[in-house]
C-alpha cells in the first residue's frame, strides 16, 4: 500500500513539472521533407486503389462495348473525374518523390536545402504536371 502511494505521488509530482510531454500539433511546424514523407506513403496507397480501378477498366473493356460504356459514364461524373485527377496527382508525386530517394540513394541531396528544394520541386512538378495533362485531356 505504500508503494502506491508513493507512486501517485511520484506521477502528481511528474505531471506538474510544467515541462510539455510532447509538442503539440498546433504549434509544430512540419518540414516539407515529412510532409512528402508521408504523402508518400499515401500516394502509394492511393495508386494500390487505382490499380483496382484499372483493372476494372480493363474488364469492362474486354466484356464488350455496353459493359465499357457504363464504366466511362461511371468515371465521367464529378466524383469520378476527382478521383481520376487524384490518381493522376499521386502517380506524379510518388514518381518525382521516387527520383528524390533515388538521388538519396546515389548519395546526393542530404544538405537541408538540398533536401527543402527537391521537396518543392517535386510537389510543383506534381502540380504542374497534374495541371498540364488535364488541361490537354479535357
Same mark, same amino acid.
Given at each position: 500500500?505504500?508503494? *502506491?502511494?508513493? +507512486?501517485?505521488?511520484?506521477?502528481?509530482?511528474?505531471?506538474?513539472? #510544467?515541462? /510539455?510531454?510532447? /509538442?503539440?500539433?498546433?504549434? +509544430?511546424?512540419?518540414?516539407?521533407?515529412?510532409?512528402?514523407?508521408?504523402?508518400?506513403?499515401?500516394?502509394?496507397?492511393?495508386?494500390?486503389?487505382?490499380?483496382?480501378?484499372?483493372?476494372?477498366?480493363?474488364?469492362?473493356?474486354? *466484356?464488350? /462495348?455496353?459493359? +465499357?460504356?457504363?464504366?466511362?459514364?461511371?468515371?465521367?461524373? /464529378?466524383? #469520378?473525374?476527382?478521383?481520376?485527377?487524384?490518381?493522376?496527382?499521386?502517380?506524379?508525386?510518388?514518381?518525382?518523390? #521516387?527520383?528524390?530517394?533515388?538521388?538519396?540513394?546515389?548519395?546526393? #541531396?542530404?544538405?537541408?536545402?538540398?533536401?527543402?528544394?527537391?521537396?518543392?520541386?517535386?510537389?510543383?512538378?506534381?502540380?504542374?504536371?497534374?495541371?498540364?495533362?488535364?488541361?490537354?485531356?479535357?
Amino acid at each position: 500500500m505504500h508503494r *502506491a502511494a508513493d +507512486y501517485a505521488k511520484k506521477q502528481n509530482d511528474m505531471s506538474n513539472s #510544467g515541462r /510539455p510531454l510532447s /509538442p503539440h500539433l498546433q504549434i +509544430y511546424r512540419w518540414p516539407v521533407t515529412m510532409l512528402l514523407s508521408i504523402l508518400h506513403r499515401m500516394t502509394g496507397v492511393f495508386l494500390s486503389f487505382g490499380l483496382l480501378v484499372l483493372a476494372v477498366w480493363l474488364m469492362q473493356l474486354a *466484356a464488350g /462495348p455496353e459493359q +465499357y460504356q457504363a464504366f466511362r459514364a461511371t468515371m465521367s461524373t /464529378p466524383i #469520378g473525374i476527382a478521383m481520376l485527377i487524384g490518381w493522376t496527382f499521386a502517380f506524379l508525386l510518388h514518381l518525382a518523390n #521516387g527520383v528524390r530517394h533515388l538521388a538519396w540513394d546515389a548519395g546526393y #541531396g542530404f544538405e537541408k536545402s538540398q533536401a527543402n528544394s527537391s521537396a518543392w520541386a517535386a510537389l510543383a512538378f506534381a502540380a504542374a504536371g497534374t495541371a498540364v495533362l488535364w488541361v490537354i485531356a479535357l
